[in-house]
């Protein structure tokens, strides 16, 4: 990213419309040649020095009104992106990811067992049952906390996308209604549904990585933690935070789970090429790909910077109350506020399940979007020009 995105609740988008008033001025399409015509008639026969006085601050009144208007579009424009987000994108994913998590970190099959070995004690050694019960402590609790992290990766990454690429689209829209003369090219459809495309590859590719890195963390975290052992809510918390630092401890970036390497999308799940794509000159193809390059470019810089771990742990940190709110319903009536470790197995498991599910609903996607973290972050992303755009835009002659 061409500048740090620092982390604020109170961002504010006034200041970037300042910085950039003679781009959003254009944008804003409030300032045409009529207006300059009329004020040369009004003031035709004033003398030169007060015709400039008061051409200067019409001028400046002028400009205030855009940049008050260019304000209000932005931030409209911005808000109706994240409602996109939230009620459209993220929840359209979602079942996806529920899908690949559940084949990833089967439960039924363990559980199928441990039902007929109730049915039939003999079924299985006291030791193949104790393996059994182990292995379903480890996933049961990694099952959970790879729906909260995957949750929370794909909540902000759908947001950056899409950030990126509204804000991409609003200075198309504006170079083309201000400057018909522009060589400059918009983005295509084509360029549009590939960048979203992305979107799929975490449920696809990049899950299985952040499912094996989670086991292996939870595996030793639980590792001597007794099945009969009764747990508080607070130090059933604390499982929770100790497999967080220890997966902070060890993985890659994040970026590793939400994009691949060299920004090249598996072929089994690239959507095919529409017919304008096939029609498409080698020229026309060559600069759409490179388009997509610098969209993806960005897009990685974001995920890799460290105010995006900043926010990200700000949102695993709000998921983690939001599950402990869950688990805390199965404590009431609790005579010593305390329950053993394998009876909290099928809540713990639930509770990784209530995350993926209700798309339309999802009581932590609302979590997430109400973040004023969020909030700031998607914002600086959305305002966080290049100097590409930013510099073109410029080139035109507010009159």
Request: glycine letters at 4%.
């Amino acid at each position: 990213m061409t500048t740090p995105l620092h982390i604020t609740c109170h961002y504010d988008l006034k200041a970037w419309v300042k910085k950039y008033r003679r781009s959003l001025l254009i944008a804003a399409g409030l300032v045409g040649g009529g207006t300059a015509i009329y004020y040369g008639v009004q003031y035709l026969g004033l003398d030169s020095q007060s015709r400039k006085e008061r051409d200067a601050a019409r001028v400046a009144l002028v400009q205030k009104e855009a940049e008050e208007r260019a304000e209000v579009q932005l931030q409209s424009h911005f808000e109706g992106i994240q409602r996109i987000s939230d009620s459209t994108t993220l929840p359209s994913v979602l079942p996806h990811l529920k899908a690949s998590l559940y084949s990833k970190v089967d439960l039924e099959g363990l559980t199928d067992k441990l039902m007929l070995c109730k049915v039939d004690p003999q079924l299985l050694s006291h030791r193949d049952k104790m393996q059994l019960w182990q292995e379903l402590k480890t996933r049961s609790f990694a099952r959970t906390v790879c729906a909260m992290t995957a949750v929370s990766l794909l909540d902000l990454f759908i947001r950056i996308q899409l950030n990126i690429l509204g804000r991409r689209v609003y200075f198309d829209t504006a170079r083309n209604m201000m400057n018909s003369e522009d060589s400059h090219v918009p983005l295509s459809m084509s360029v549009q549904h590939k960048f979203i495309a992305f979107a799929g590859y975490l449920h696809h590719k990049g899950l299985a990585t952040l499912v094996a890195d989670t086991y292996k963390v939870v595996e030793i975290v639980l590792r001597g933690k007794q099945l009969k052992e009764p747990y508080t809510i607070d130090e059933l918390r604390d499982v929770f935070m100790k497999i967080r630092a220890s997966l902070d401890s060890r993985r890659s970036p994040w970026v590793q789970y939400v994009l691949p390497p060299e920004n090249v999308l598996p072929d089994e799940f690239v959507a095919t090429s529409s017919a304008a794509d096939a029609a498409a000159s080698v020229s026309d193809m060559t600069h759409e790909d490179d388009v997509l390059a610098q969209l993806m470019n960005e897009t990685r810089a974001v995920v890799s910077s460290d105010e995006f771990n900043e926010v990200l742990a700000v949102c695993l940190d709000a998921i983690l109350d939001g599950v402990m709110e869950e688990l805390y319903t199965i404590y009431r009536g609790s005579p010593d506020n305390s329950i053993p470790l394998a009876r909290m197995l099928p809540p713990v498991a639930g509770a990784g399940s209530t995350l993926l599910e209700h798309p339309d609903e999802n009581r932590f996607i609302s979590i997430l979007a109400n973040l004023p973290q969020v909030h700031a972050f998607c914002a600086l992303v959305y305002t966080n020009s290049s100097e590409e755009v930013v510099a073109s835009a410029s080139t035109v002659e507010v009159v």
